[in-house]
C-alpha cells in the first residue's frame, strides 16, 4: 500500500477517534466528578486517565480482532454491529445527549462515590468505551503494514494527549465554552461519527452480501 494511502488511513482513524472521543463533552462530566480535589490531584487524574485510555486502545486495536476470532465473529460482521453503536451514539451527540452507550448515570452516581475515578468511569466507559474500542479494532485489521501499525499506535497516542489536554483545561474551557459551546462541539462531532458509521455498516455489509455491490452497480 502506498505510503500516501496509509498516511490518508491513519488521518482518517485519527479523526474517527476524535468525533469518538469527544473530550470537549467529556467537561463536564470530569469537574463533576473531580470537584473535591484541589488542583494538583485534578492534574494527576487526568494524567492518570489519559494513560489508561491509551492502555485500553492498544490492547483493543491488537487483541480485539484475536478476540473475534476466537468466538467466530467476522470482521465484516462486526464493522455492521460497530456503525450500529457508532450511530446510536451520533444520534445522541446530535442532540447534545450524554449516551448510556457511554456511560450510565448509575456509573457516573459510583464514580462520585471513589476515591480514584480516573479509570473508571472516566477513561472506561466515557473515553474510551465501545466506540473507540470498534474504531480502533477495525483500522487494526485493515492495516497492511508495519507503517500502518505504527500509525495506529501513533494516533492512539495523540488521542490520549488530546484527552489528557482537554481534562488538564477542564475548568478554564468550562467557563470559556460554557454549555452551549459544549453542545455546539458535541453536535459537530456527532455529525462526523454518523457519517463514519454509515461508511462503517456500508463496507461490512458490502463484504457479507457483495452481490449487493453488482446489484448497485448495475
Do not use: C
Not at 456509573?107 to 465501545?130: D, F, R, S, Y
Amino acid at each position: 500500500m502506498p505510503i500516501a494511502t496509509e498516511l490518508h488511513s491513519a488521518l482518517q482513524t485519527l479523526i474517527a477517534l476524535l468525533a469518538i472521543l469527544n473530550p470537549i463533552g467529556a467537561i463536564p462530566i470530569f469537574i463533576a466528578l473531580t470537584g473535591d480535589e484541589d488542583a494538583q490531584q485534578q492534574i494527576a487524574t487526568a494524567k492518570l486517565t489519559s494513560r489508561a485510555v491509551a492502555v485500553v486502545l492498544l490492547t483493543s486495536a491488537f487483541l480485539g480482532e484475536y478476540m473475534l476470532k476466537f468466538f467466530g465473529i467476522s470482521i465484516a460482521a462486526f464493522q455492521v454491529a460497530g456503525g450500529m453503536v457508532l450511530m446510536m451514539l451520533a444520534f445522541n451527540m446530535l442532540q447534545a445527549k450524554s449516551s448510556r452507550y457511554r456511560h450510565t448515570p448509575e456509573e457516573a452516581a459510583e464514580g462520585m462515590q471513589k476515591e480514584a475515578v480516573a479509570v473508571v468511569p472516566l477513561a472506561i466507559p466515557l473515553l474510551a468505551g465501545p466506540g473507540t474500542m470498534i474504531t480502533v479494532i477495525i483500522a487494526h485489521h485493515k492495516n497492511a503494514s508495519w507503517l500502518a501499525s505504527g500509525l495506529l499506535i501513533v494516533d492512539i497516542v495523540l488521542i490520549a494527549g488530546v484527552a489528557y489536554a482537554a481534562l488538564r483545561l477542564a475548568e478554564p474551557l468550562s467557563r470559556r465554552l460554557g454549555v452551549t459551546g459544549i453542545n455546539i462541539s458535541t453536535r459537530i462531532f456527532g455529525l462526523v461519527l454518523a457519517a463514519i458509521a454509515v461508511t462503517f455498516i456500508a463496507n461490512g455489509l458490502a463484504a457479507l452480501f457483495p452481490g449487493l455491490v453488482h446489484i448497485g452497480t448495475s
